[in-house]
Every structure is written in structure tokens, then in C-alpha cells.
């Protein structure tokens, strides 16, 4: 289940079947059991737009293993099996869900144990039948908020959230950055004026000191491309122990702050 | 107009509360950090279009600067050669620039003055798009960076040249197939990080709306004038329009005055390229090996990809025509039957090229002459009382390097 215990919580971001699937298992395993409170499991897709050249690569790779939706709707299962009480997010670009079927994705990934869902590039207006979908099977919508985003739009995107909403600190694509932009608390600010949903913030959030920040506005930091990054350097067998420990840094953060 | 699905898709999209939809294609699948930025250039646009000062300085620039209206030519050589439809060949070839792309290019580049907006950004595919727009750049001074894959820098060096020489930064893309699906990835990217100065000039009736409709709008002047001159000529419509289709600029633009018009037949050429399989063309429509409806690049549309949603490689000699969606229009003209889409492939559309340079003294740009090869096919099937209408969307200076190594001259 989607919930922070501890301000501010922690969202970790791993693309699936980078380095491999097993692997991804293991890492997110490795993040639970050292505080992440929400995984999201990213879908790797051709055309990541929204994407730094990080997570790009390690689309990449995870596509040159073969790795489909249907690979980590397996992931997911399994992850669920072993850790109950955890956030899972599933985390994809729109094309996969629309060939895989949207129906048929939300009941398999409401099956596979599944909390919520992250579509990058759908926003709420087009969003209709994925929401209806969404609230049949019981999964937590999850929408992006941006810097740029008008009040009538953040309204709208936190109406139509569930679980918490995504806040992007900056504008850009994903990657890890050496400073917050002041962006990021003022788009945190302007949500909570229309909802009591935690605001989690990513985007860039990649050190100890990045999450100690955002938890003085948000309730939790999202951490993608600094984890990513770091599998990209670690081999296979120490990743999962690299992200533990990287992951337990970030913690470490909060509970000295 | 009906817009019945023809084929089963694999999970319809819903019913959306966005404009910009045609029949069930479009819509805007963009991160949220674009949205305010569509919203701001739909609105803009919509002033524009009311605006008649906007109007009456594009049309003095299209016919000042751009060299409009072009030539409608009655291309008798050909039409005796094939020996079937009389072959009218709209020049947008002679467009200072060398293709239609600078109708589009220029019609934005003024809505971004107008906007306030210094920072132009656009991607390439042949190259033209990316020339367009590094014309209007410096007509207008304002900073211009083109993004462009590597693959299409190496096919069309003579338009990286050309870009630089006009004052454009050139950024060559190296991820996925370095094509024009790339470009556009990298220009969004640029776009999402500096939406707040920069104006993305999109080159193809593609992408999130207001562009599929804003690009269609600018390019609407070539079927606006030859519907005047068909009739001016010949007292009648055409029977049959070929055009062809990577986005689908040139072709909607070339279509769009005659889609009331039932008699007239609207033809779309896609790239055949080497051969069926999906990464050897980029025939969207395609009864086997094309596309299916899918998301890529914030529109709705016909998508080459895998039964997993990966989107696929696509090959075509003609970097102009090697994407694997194409514009939600077509994808509604597609469906509806109004218009039918064929493809050509790569040895048609060069032995087009010499065809049509022989027979009236026109080089076509390999894009253009992927329509050249339908009438090639199409005219003699279609009686001497026939007419066949073809947008020569470009000329083919840019691919002589192509054409060298491709073509063998010697002996004829």
C-alpha cells in the first residue's frame, strides 16, 4: 500500500530488467528492506521522451534483454508476494498499455499486486476511460504535476490522483542534478492548496541532502536516475547490495535531520 | 464523414475531452510539463487565425519571399511517355528553399515572433524541414538549433551545410535508429527543459495538438491554389491526387481543398523502402507488416511497432519519409476510405527520379518522387481523358549524393 510513515518518504525508481530481471528484483527488494516506502517499476519503451540520457540507456539495455510489459507485470507479482505491506507503482509510457490493451493491463496489474499506475504521457484530460478502468479494478491513478502547470490544472491533476501526487521539481527531462531549482517548493505549495494527497517530488532528487530538503515541503522524494545511474556502473551481482546501501543513505538523511 | 475503423484495434483510446481530434485520432499525449506550453500555443494560434494583419503579412511573404504562388505544369512528355491520364505536377519544388516545408516553417516562425519567443527549435529528417527553418531563422533573426540524427546527417550532409551556413546550431542525434523519430524525442526534450523561451517549430503534420492542424493550415495553400489553377487549365477538377506520405505535410496540404470534393481520388505514396518486413519500409498503412494505432510522440495515430509496443525501425531511401507514425489525419482519411495510401519503394522511387528528370527536366527530391512512382504505375491504367494531379513536394539537389551512389548511369 501506498502510505509514508516517516516524513519524508521515499519513492525509488528502477527501470525493469536492467541489468536484468532478476536483478530488478533484488534491488527492489534491496530498497524496501533498507526504507524505500514506495517502488516504482519502470516499463522500458523505445521513445522515452521524458527522459534523461540515464534512464534512456538503461531502457535500452533492459530492451536489448527483451524485456516487455509482460515481464514485469511478473516482476511486480513476485515483489508483492514477498513484501505485502509495500508501495508498488508500475510506471510506463502510454504506447505498451495501449497495445497490451488498457482493460486487460489494469486487471493484470491489479492482479500482479499492484498498488497504482504512472502513465508518462497521459494527462488528465485525456484520461477518461483510464481512470474509469483505474477505479473499477481498484488501482491508484498517479499523475505528473508540473512547475508549468497553471492552478486549474494542478487542481484537476489532484483531483484525479490517488495513493500521492508526482510533483517534477524542474522543467526538463529526468537526470541527477548538484542543486533543487526553487521550482520545486513552489509547485509542493501550490498543490496543497487543493489537496491533502502526499506530494512527492522528483525530478533531479539524487543525494542524501536533495531528500533532507524536499522533506522540509513535500512528504517524500522521489530518487530515478541516481539509482539507475548507479546499477549502470555496479556489476550484476552487487547491484542490489549498491542500492541497499545507497538507498540507507538517503534514509540516513532524514533520520539525522 | 464516416471515420469506421477499417481494422481491429487493439484497445481504443477513450473518448477525450481534448480538441484536435480527428475521428478518434490526435489528442495531446505529452508529460505534463508541455501542457501549458500547447495550451499557450493553441491559444496563440486561434488569435492568429483570426487575425487578418497576421494573414496579409504571411501571404506577402509566401509571394515575396517564398515564391508562391508555384506553377501548376502540364507535364506533356510525361503524359505521352505513360500514355494514359493527362499529368499535371504541382511545383512546390521551386519554393525558395527547395521544398513546401517553408510554407509551414514560415507561418510559425511568425506565430513565435508574435509569441515573443527568441529560441526556435525544430528537428530534420531530409534536412528540408531543418533548412526551412534556419531560413526563416535568419530572415527573422532569431537563434535556431535543429536537431537532426546522425544516420540523416551522414544521407544528407549538403542540408547540414546549408542549416549551418544559414546561422543553425546543428545537434546530431545518435540514440534509436539516429532517423527523424529521434530528432523529435531529442527537440521535446529541449522543448520540455525551455519551454518557457523556446517555440518548437514541429515540421510535419504530426505531434500533440494545435500542431497536426496548425501544419495542415499552412500547407493548405497548395491545394487552395491548385484547385484554382486545375480549373483554370481545364475547366474541371482533377480525377485523381498523388502525394506523398512520411508525416503527411506535404500530402494533406495537397489534399485538403479537394476532401469535399468526392470524385477526386486522393492517393498517399508511402515508402516501401527494401522490402515487407517491419524495419525495412515505413508503410504505416500497410495491410501486413504496418502499423497499428498506438501512441508515439503525443498523437494518436498508425504506429510501426512490435507486438509489445516497442516502436519499430524504419527504412526508406528518402530520409523524409522514414518515420514510424504518421499524421492522425491521414489516419483518419486512412480509416474513413476518403483517402487510399500505396507505397513505393526504394528502386521505384529512384527509377522515378530519372523517369521524371528525363522526360520534363525535373530532378525530384526522392521523397517527391515516391509519388512520381504511383503515377508511373497509376496514369496509364487511367484513360486519356483522365487527370492525374502530383505534388513534386521538393526538389532533388539534396540527394544527389544519395542518387550517385545509388543510381548506375552508365550506358543510359
Known amino acids: ?74 516482476i511486480c507479482k513476485q515483489l508483492r508476494a514477498a513484501r505485502p505491506q509495500t508501495g508498488i507503482i508500475l510506471f510506463s509510457y502510454l504506447n505498451p498499455v495501449v497495445r497490451f490493451g488498457m482493460e486487460k493491463f489494469a486487471h493484470a496489474a491489479k492482479d500482479a499486486g499492484a498498488d497504482g499506475v504512472l502513465l508518462t504521457d497521459m494527462i488528465v ?85 536533495h531528500v533532507k530538503t524536499v522533506g522540509g515541503f513535500a512528504d517524500a522524494a522521489v530518487v530515478g536516475s541516481a539509482i539507475v545511474g548507479l546499477v549502470e556502473k555496479t556489476d550484476a551481482a552487487d547491484a542490489a547490495k549498491a542500492v541497499g546501501e545507497f538507498v540507507k543513505s538517503l534514509k540516513g538523511a532524514e533520520i539525522g535531520a | 464523414m464516416s471515420t469506421t475503423a477499417s481494422i481491429v484495434s487493439p484497445a481504443p483510446l477513450p473518448a477525450s475531452s481534448v480538441p484536435g481530434r480527428f475521428g478518434k485520432y490526435g489528442g495531446r499525449y505529452v508529460p505534463e510539463t508541455l501542457m501549458a506550453a500547447l495550451l499557450e500555443l493553441d491559444a496563440a494560434y486561434a488569435e492568429a487565425q483570426a487575425d487578418a494583419a497576421f494573414h496579409a503579412e504571411l501571404d506577402g511573404l509566401l509571394k515575396e519571399y517564398v515564391g508562391r504562388p508555384t506553377p501548376l505544369y502540364f507535364a ?41 519567443k527568441q529560441r526556435i527549435i525544430a528537428e530534420t529528417g531530409a534536412g528540408q524541414h531543418g533548412v526551412a527553418t534556419a531560413t526563416v531563422c535568419a530572415l527573422f533573426g532569431m537563434e535556431c538549433v535543429v536537431y537532426m540524427g546522425e544516420e540523416d546527417m551522414r544521407r544528407q550532409e549538403l542540408n547540414v551545410f546549408r542549416m549551418r551556413l544559414l546561422g543553425a546550431e546543428v545537434r546530431g542525434v545518435a540514440s534509436g535508429s539516429a532517423t527523424l523519430k529521434d530528432a523529435i524525442n531529442e527537440a521535446m526534450r529541449d522543448w520540455v527543459t525551455n519551454v518557457r523561451t523556446t517555440f518548437y517549430i ?41 502525394a506523398c506520405v512520411g508525416g503527411g505535410s506535404n500530402a494533406i496540404g495537397a489534399f485538403y481543398e479537394y476532401i469535399p470534393d468526392a470524385n477526386v481520388a486522393l492517393i498517399g505514396v508511402e515508402a516501401g523502402g527494401r522490402g515487407t518486413g517491419l524495419g525495412e519500409h515505413a508503410a504505416r498503412f500497410q495491410k501486413i507488416g504496418g502499423g497499428i494505432p498506438g501512441v508515439l510522440q503525443g498523437t494518436y495515430s498508425y504506429v510501426l511497432q512490435d507486438e509489445a509496443g516497442q516502436v519499430a525501425t524504419t527504412h526508406s ?76 513536394s521538393g526538389r532533388g539537389d539534396k540527394d544527389i549524393g544519395i542518387m550517385t551512389r545509388e543510381m548506375d548511369l552508365t550506358g543510359k
Do not use: C, W
Open chain 2, 76 to 116: 506533356k512528355r510525361l503524359t505521352e511517355t505513360l500514355g494514359g491520364a493527362k499529368i499535371y505536377l504541382k511545383r512546390e519544388d521551386l519554393l525558395h528553399t527547395g521544398a513546401h516545408k517553408i510554407n509551414n516553417a514560415l507561418g510559425q516562425a511568425l506565430l513565435a515572433r508574435r509569441m515573443g
Open chain 1, 1 to 74: 500500500m501506498i502510505e509514508f510513515k516517516k516524513k519524508p518518504g521515499l519513492v525509488i525508481y528502477l527501470t525493469a530488467g536492467d541489468p536484468d530481471l532478476a536483478t530488478t528484483l533484488d534491488m527492489a527488494l534491496a530498497a524496501i528492506d533498507n526504507g524505500a516506502d514506495v517502488i516504482e517499476l519502470g516499463v522500458p519503451f523505445s521513445d522515452p521522451l521524458a527522459d534523461g540520457p540515464v534512464i534512456q540507456r538503461a531502457s535500452e539495455r533492459a530492451l536489448a534483454k527483451g524485456t516487455k510489459l509482460t515481464d514485469v507485470l511478473v
Open chain 1, 125 to 209: 484530460e485525456e484520461a477518461a476511460e483510464y481512470l474509469k478502468v483505474m477505479h473499477e479494478v481498484g488501482l491508484a491513478p498517479v499523475f505528473l504535476a508540473a512547475p508549468t502547470s497553471p492552478d486549474e490544472r494542478l487542481k484537476a491533476i489532484a483531483e484525479n490522483s490517488q495513493g500521492f501526487v508526482y510533483a517534477i521539481s524542474r522543467l526538463g527531462t529526468t537526470g541527477t542534478r548538484t542543486e533543487l531549482e526553487a521550482d520545486a517548493e513552489a509547485v509542493v505549495r501550490r498543490l496543497k492548496q487543493f489537496t491533502t494527497l502526499p506530494i512527492a517530488l522528483g525530478f533531479g532528487v539524487s543525494t542524501p541532502e
Open chain 2, 317 to 392: 531511401v528518402s530520409a523524409g519519409l522514414d518515420y514510424a507514425s504518421v499524421g492522425p489525419e491521414h489516419a483518419m482519411l486512412h480509416d474513413s476510405g476518403r483517402a487510399t495510401y500505396t507505397s513505393a519503394t526504394d528502386a521505384e522511387a529512384l527509377d522515378a527520379v530519372r523517369v521524371l528528370s528525363r522526360t520534363e527536366g525535373i530532378i525530384p527530391a526522392l521523397e517527391s518522387a515516391h509519388a512520381v512512382a504511383e503515377a508511373i504505375k497509376l496514369a496509364p491504367k487511367m484513360g486519356k481523358d483522365k487527370i492525374l494531379m502530383v505534388n513534386v
Open chain 2, 202 to 242: 514541429l515540421g510535419s503534420a504530426l505531434g500533440s495538438h494545435p500542431y497536426p492542424t496548425m501544419v495542415r493550415d499552412f500547407h493548405r495553400v497548395i491545394s487552395k491554389e491548385s484547385k484554382r489553377q486545375i480549373l483554370e487549365h481545364e475547366g474541371r477538377l482533377p480525377d485523381a491526387i498523388v
